[in-house]
């Protein structure tokens, strides 16, 4: 899988859009993007993923550059609860043996109040 | 839904003690994974099992971990004997995996084990 790369720490004030940069300059063109959160003390959550198309659901945004090579998250309206640490994963789709989610270190999010 | 259940939440034991963490996935789910999380070498996976069958055990750190899916609603992780370089957050994840189709993982609220 590809290797991806996080900014270690960022802040954002609550009721700003929180824009969560990823990098994943090897991707493949069978690799989708995932992105997860950790919130402390707590399993990781699945947020959102996709392949090339930007995507939206409930949680966030997922805006994914042309060529693939970076992404960001988006948290359209940040609150307190927002504060976590949170992982751009990159892998194959598909089930079988696509099923492996390599988590680096993430990026903290502190939302300010 | 429950979501994914994990027993015990915290665990504190005594090195040499035989330790059994115990997990519940989502029902319905056919993969399970056991993770394992501590502060120098963040969050990495231990085991992963698809229909109750280990497919891949590599991340298990060495004989005396071992991990059973006897049915599909129920698998246990067990250190025997334990290390103080065994204490971690332990997490459970299940998932719904089919050919071809994308899947998410679920995690439990992990086990917090401290081995003295």
């Known amino acids: 899988d590809a290797k991806t790369t996080q900014p270690p720490s960022m802040d954002c004030a609550e009721g700003r859009a929180a824009n969560l940069p990823c990098n994943h300059s090897t991707i493949s063109g069978n690799e989708y993007v995932y992105w997860y959160r950790q919130i402390h003390s707590q399993g990781p959550q699945y947020i959102i993923h996709g392949l090339k198309n930007n995507e939206t659901n409930e949680m966030a945004s997922l805006i994914i550059t042309e060529d693939r090579k970076s992404s960001t998250l988006i948290l359209p309206h940040a609150t307190l609860r927002d504060t976590a640490v949170y992982y751009c994963i990159v892998r194959v789709g598909g089930g079988g043996s696509n099923y492996k989610l390599t988590f680096g270190k993430g990026t903290l999010l502190t939302v300010n109040p | 839904d429950a979501g994914v259940i994990q027993s015990p939440r915290h665990e504190v034991t005594e090195m040499g003690q035989e330790v059994t963490l115990r997990c519940k996935p989502i029902?319905?789910?056919?993969?399970l994974f056991w993770y394992r999380q501590t502060m120098m070498r963040g969050l990495e996976l231990l085991i992963y099992f698809n229909n109750n069958v280990p497919i891949d055990d590599s991340g298990m750190p060495e004989d005396r971990f071992s991990a059973k899916m006897p049915n599909a609603s129920f698998s246990t992780l067990k250190i025997q004997p334990s290390e103080p370089r065994d204490s971690a957050v332990y997490f459970c994840a299940s998932s719904l995996a089919s050919g071809g189709a994308i899947e998410t993982q679920y995690f439990g609220p992990g086990t917090r084990l401290l081995v003295l």
């Open positions: 029902s319905g789910h056919n993969s």
